[in-house]
């Protein structure tokens, strides 16, 4: 019952702060561009209820969901996205690559395909310094046609790494349709070509990702290398927010089509599931609702009156 509460918490915990990160860009307070995990919180918070604190993520530039599903900081996330030197990234990273090494999140990356191998890497690691530690790759159905893709699973695969590669297919990428781009019906099969297993699962059910990523995890640990999770999803809203001022032509989800997707909200269903289950009662649920929405109102005033980057810091934390 606790770890049903704990995977809740961590999916209201994301919804709620992109909903104010989607209104702050919509006024025109946050610089650069935003790409909002709100629908896809059932996959974030279920792969990441299974893991420690030790071990690894690495995301993708719809990053801010599995930041917080790690377990990361509200405030220092905002104030990144912000631009503040009180940031993640002292201001310098902005919303596509925040990093939390403290909680394992190793960072996102806003190129296609580009973490993937990362979090490989951090497999390889794990296994040469003879700890238990799993890594984990989210990153998009678009990702799965990358050659970074391709070639590390199939390095994992052959070295038997600790690693979870997790694919969020909610069917697009930016504006075209899986099946345009991808020759396989699922991503999963893909996994048959390199010898180790592929699950899908239904993304929007927060304990069934729970339940996958769980067994998953479990192989990992005990050496038995790594698993290819497809979690079938959507995003509630576009690619990036403000989409339809750069997009030609408008539309390309119908209206049935984001329907469907609207009936099946994961935080909706767990809210559901939770009280027929005798998880918490409707009062519980709202406490946490408001002490959440209360700390992502702090946290945006925290980033409002932290200091900018000094000019001269252009020049710090760089790699020469």
Known sequence: ???????YTRMLRIRRFEEQVGVLFSQGQLPGFVHLYVGEEAVGAGVCATLRNDDYIVSTHRGHGHVIAKGGDFNRMMAELFGKATGYCKGKGGSMHIADFSIGMLGACGIVGGGIPMAVGAGLSAKLRGTDQVSVSFFGDGASNEGSFHESVNLAAVQNLPVLFVCENNQYGEFTPMEKVTGVRDIALRAQGYGIPGVIVDGTDALAVYEVAQTAVARARAG??????????????????????FLAGGVYRSAEELAQMQAKDPIVLLHKRMLEMGVATPNDLEELDQTITQAVVESVAFARRSPDPKPESIYEDMWV
């Open 1 to 7: 019952m606790e770890k049903i509460l704990d995977i």
């Open 224 to 245: 038995e290398g790594p698993t290819l999770i497809e979690a079938k999803t959507h995003r509630k809203g576009g690619h990036a927010e403000g989409e339809k001022a």
